[in-house]
């Protein structure tokens, strides 16, 4: 067993204090890659070895073995630990051993029914979440789950610190973007966005793989099942070894793939979101981002997957779909808390459609499962899978992006145009602003 890191141990012993100053349910709040499942592993072994029993939840089957084998090793006793998906857990809360701690996988997810089913038979447990992201989709906050958030150190200071490979990140350009108003010789800022945040693949995909990171692994994420393996074969034609993976693999064949993408025989693994929270893969050195997606916690697990260290490692991310237009730069300061951000009533209605569905052969509506493909519970109508499809403009070019920031305290902090219209759009400032701005610094 390793011994934990400074930071790390700082954390077990933060979560501690919460619950000595009465606190009953601490989120543990530390960027991807930053060892959440050794801070858990080493909480767990502590609670074993006072002879306490451990439930550990996750949302997805393949991380049971894996946070198993990780417990194994730290020496948390497994006699005294039972690691299910919620879904199992749910299952049989009646014949579960009633534990001293529930700690929670990627806790953002615990609002669903499914974990509050658990915590509401263990009413008076103690509880942990863990997650990098403490928010939702819908910016419902995690108040009603948790009390208190112990939060750890940044991804900037995990990269100066050299827990976390340095990166390079490549996106398009506005300037190169066709279809982009002019509006007295400069970008019209309402026009620029749009543009930008689009649901579209801006650039070839294998050109500038080989231009940018030729040679690396790379995790290529893809927007459905289809999509992943098309890029897969397309990749393979054009003499880059490839293969596609997702939730459906075989066991044994999924081990194989992943064998050969560690051995080096396999150059790009691409999938959905398999490779995304918790799942471990081997290290590799680029991510490619073909997937579009409004979702802060799955941007963030998907393009830091590259970051691990290594000595001179300098990791590449291409995100060919503007990600980081929506959300900032992966190692972004974020300011985190447990209320609910405000939504707008049109985001309010259109989270609610999502939360209940009518089976179009019997009628019956009834709440479709938080996680897995949704069947009607009266007559077994399986809902169909819908393949998301995204558009592709192949010539568009990538840039290089540095220091983009979502959130700007004023004018002067403003490092190009881009920037000019996102602070201009969030003041209400017009496009003479922008222009004037431009202006005064040369850059027009």
Same mark, same amino acid.
């Given at each position: 067993m390793k011994a934990l890191r400074p930071y790390q141990n700082d954390i077990v012993n933060r979560v501690r204090e919460a619950y000595l100053k009465g606190y009953k349910s601490p989120c543990v709040v530390l960027p991807c890659g930053g060892g959440k499942s050794v801070i858990v592993a080493e909480?767990?072994? +502590?609670?074993?070895?006072? &002879? &306490?029993?451990?439930?550990?939840?996750?949302? +997805?089957?393949?991380?049971?073995?894996?946070?198993e084998q990780t417990f194994c090793k730290w020496g948390v006793d497994m006699e005294k630990t039972d690691v299910m998906m919620v879904q199992t857990a749910t299952r049989r809360i009646a014949k579960l051993t009633k534990p001293a701690l529930i700690i929670t996988d990627e806790n953002h997810h615990s609002k669903a029914a499914t974990?509050?089913?658990?915590?509401?038979?263990?009413?008076?447990?103690? +509880?942990?979440?863990?997650t990098a992201t403490?928010?939702?989709?819908?910016?419902?906050?995690?108040?009603?789950? &948790?009390?208190?958030?112990?939060?750890?150190?940044?991804?900037k200071w995990l990269i100066e610190n050299h827990y976390l490979a340095p990166y390079d990140y490549y996106a398009p350009s506005i300037a190169d973007l066709t279809g982009v108003r002019i509006l007295h010789g400069e970008y019209e800022a309402k026009s620029? #966005?749009?543009?930008?945040?689009?649901? %579209?693949?801006?650039?070839?995909?294998?050109?500038?793989?080989?231009?940018?990171?030729?040679?690396?692994?790379?995790?290529?994420?893809?927007?459905?099942?289809n999509h992943s393996m098309a890029m897969a074969e397309e990749f393979s034609a054009a003499g880059i070894s490839a293969?596609?993976?997702?939730?459906?693999?075989?066991?044994? #064949?999924?081990?194989?793939?992943? %064998?050969?993408?560690?051995?080096?025989?396999?150059?790009?693994?691409? &999938?959905?979101?398999?490779?995304? #929270?918790?799942?471990?893969?081997?290290?590799?050195?680029c991510v490619i981002l073909l997937r579009p997606t409004k979702s802060l916690t799955l941007y963030i697990q998907q393009s830091m997957r590259c970051m691990r260290y290594k000595p001179g490692k300098r990791a590449v991310i291409i995100d060919h779909v503007g990600n980081y237009a929506r959300f900032g730069?992966?190692?972004?300061?974020?300011?985190?808390?447990?209320n609910a951000k405000k939504t707008s009533r049109k985001q309010s209605e259109s989270a609610a459609d999502v939360k209940v569905k009518q089976c179009p052969q019997c009628y019956y509506t009834f709440e479709p499962p938080p996680f897995g493909r949704a069947v009607c519970p009266a007559c077994g109508f399986a809902f169909p899978k819908h393949e998301r499809k995204v558009q592709q403009e192949d010539d568009a070019e990538l840039e290089k992006i540095a220091e983009f920031k979502l959130e700007l305290d004023s004018p002067e902090e403003c490092t190009s145009l881009k920037e000019l219209h996102i602070y201009a759009k969030r003041h209400g400032y017009k496009q003479g602003w922008c222009y004037y701005q431009a202006?005064?610094?040369?850059?027009?």
């Open positions: 909480i767990a072994r +502590r609670t074993t070895a006072k &002879n &306490n029993h451990v439930l550990f939840l996750v949302h +997805r089957r393949e991380l049971v073995e894996q946070i974990y509050h089913r658990i915590y509401d038979a263990f009413p008076d447990v103690c +509880r942990l979440g863990v403490p928010i939702r989709l819908d910016g419902s906050g995690l108040g009603d789950v &948790n009390d208190i958030l112990v939060e750890g150190v940044s991804a620029a #966005e749009k543009a930008l945040l689009k649901t %579209a693949v801006f650039g070839d995909a294998i050109r500038h793989y080989k231009a940018l990171a030729g040679g690396r692994q790379a995790v290529c994420y893809c927007v459905s099942v293969a596609h993976i997702d939730g459906s693999t075989p066991k044994t #064949e999924r081990g194989r793939i992943i %064998a050969d993408f560690r051995k080096g025989d396999i150059k790009i693994l691409c &999938n959905v979101d398999l490779i995304s #929270e918790g799942f471990d893969v081997p290290d590799c050195s730069m992966p190692d972004a300061d974020r300011k985190w808390d447990l202006k005064k610094r040369g850059w027009l």
